[in-house]
């Protein structure tokens, strides 16, 4: 058998010399002959005729080709090297990166994975430097000019937002305190939608905040974090917790500015009256009043208080299920313990369940349904061995099915947060989720507690101007959420009369205007043309009538607007939340003798991808 093995052929095949010819294209390498002849098969003739040839020499094969296949145009294969010497040209350019650059590269190495400024003066990190190809004389700067060039980025990336900012017309924010280490943090996030309807989202400040957290320095601080940013005007609301003093601030700075301005109106008739700039300068602080924008409260939060205080007093004051659900949860609360303090019972539970437990946090409520979760996912008889061995009571058949009903009732709950806590949800996305939760509620039959806690906590917002406008400008939503047919006419005349408003500078510019000289409309008098009364409500039954893509809404330039300005809200307080998580990486315990400055610096460069280009451009 002359065939020879596979790696021996490529081996033949990659040493043969019609390896590099350039009508190889056109014949198969076969079997190795002998030590110099080599068989390969035609592909331009029928049933592939078998030809020998030297694996020095392509002769025979030439010549196959001039007799046999002569009125074929046979092309040269383009992936063949240059035969010819002078052909090949070398690439002189110089190589090796610039000062910049180099900075650039360990700058965003530093920011984006949050490790000390001081890496820079690391003597293996700067080995590792060394052996990057970089122009002559090109060398990493030390820690302080390290820092220096920091500086400037952040204030270059800084004046980038603001003129980013200055563009958008409808802007959100999000703001909430983190307290860590005895320190205190206001943190602001910012959102808007652009031309393209591309969701951008951007850290404005984690300033630190000293004192009290009452509802005056947060008004103050609040304000001041939207004026530094030339925001007054733009933004459509700010979304927080559901804590008391922010409440408070958003309420009576509010008030105040709605008082002021009835004043205004009911005092155009009177006399004006002069204040001594003294005084008023001297006024302090906290006897200021702040002009804030529109409060909307977390849904996020909002349910997370729903999940656990409202249902937790509804399983005490039921005699039926008061004593079995105490008795199971602190029988979880138990191997939750165990498990988590001692090394051998972890061992021994992932033993029987092949992964560890999760333990429930207090700040978040989805934490105790997966623990839960997790628990039931173990077979009772495999369940009470393992309580055997770990030394805690055992669960009953009663309180095994009692957390599984649990599981089963909540899981709507756990849906609807990790909807709204997406970083790509919108305002819009609110009322859609909370109709679905309210009747898969419904379906389930065993959770009125549930239902009367939502409709109580979300009493404002289910009938919303804002978030009725908000879901119904959405294409993915747009009436479809809306099963009671007089509110669905409700919402469509809503959204014409909104549309109305936005409408009359685009109908107007529709209007066809008679040619006339000067002299003929001195003499002349014209009438306005009138613009079509049904155009707002040609383009909401139009839209309605389309497709479910986002893109949709660029041939709906009135409805774009709208979408635009009541989606650019989110419907939770959740990236302030992931700012404080980066923030914690941040400020680590070594890094103690961080100033608060360059921390909140670090911070927002990490969190706006100050040198990522992809998310730079979003930002």
Known sequence: NNRAPSYLNDLVYDRAAFNTWKYRQYFEFDSLKSDTNISVRCTLCIGRKLLSTSKNSTSNLRKHLACCHKNVKLTENPQDPPTDMTAVKLDVRATGLSAAELKKLVAAYIVEDMLPISTVDSESFRRIVEKIPTKSGVKLPQRKSFVGYLEREYDKMNSNLKATLEEAEFVSTTADIWTVNNKSFMGVTVHWINSTLQCNKAALACKRIRGSHTYDVIGAEVEEIHSSYGLQGKVIATVTDNASNFAKAFRVCQLCHLESESENEEGDDEEPTFTDVIEALSTASGDAQFSLPPHYRCASHTINLISTSDVDKHLNSCGDTKAVYRSSIAKCSALWTKASRSTLA??????????????????????????????????????????????????????????????????????????????????????PTLTSLIKIILFLDASYCMLQAIKTCFDAVLDSQEGLLAAATCPKFKLRWVRDEHRREYVKELLITECRKAAPATENTNVSQIPASPAE???????????????????????????????????????????????????????????????????????????????????????????????????
């Open 346 to 431: 972890s061992e021994q539970v992932e033993e029987v369940s092949r992964r560890k437990l999760m333990v429930p946090t207090s700040t978040r409520w989805n934490s105790l349904y997966e623990a839960i979760s997790r628990i039931i996912t173990i077979p009772l008889n495999e369940l009470n061995p393992l309580c055997v061995k770990l030394g805690i009571k055992c669960l009953n058949e009663r309180e095994y099915q009692f957390l599984k009903e649990y599981c089963t009732v909540m899981k709507p709950l756990t849906v609807a947060l990790d909807i709204l806590q997406g970083d790509e949800c919108t305002y819009g996305a609110l009322l």
């Open 521 to 619: 409309i001195d003499f002349f008098e014209f009438q306005n043309q009138p613009t079509e009364s049904f155009s707002a409500e040609k383009e909401v039954t139009d839209f309605l009538r389309s497709g479910y893509e986002l893109e949709i809404l660029n041939q709906f330039p009135n409805l774009k607007k709208m979408y635009m300005k009541y989606n650019s809200p989110t419907p939770s307080s959740a990236p302030v939340e992931r700012l404080f998580s980066l923030g914690g990486l941040v400020l680590s315990p070594k890094r103690n003798r961080m100033s608060d400055r360059r921390f909140e610096k670090l911070l927002l460069m990490r969190y706006n991808h100050c040198f990522s280009p992809k998310e730079n451009n979003k930002t």
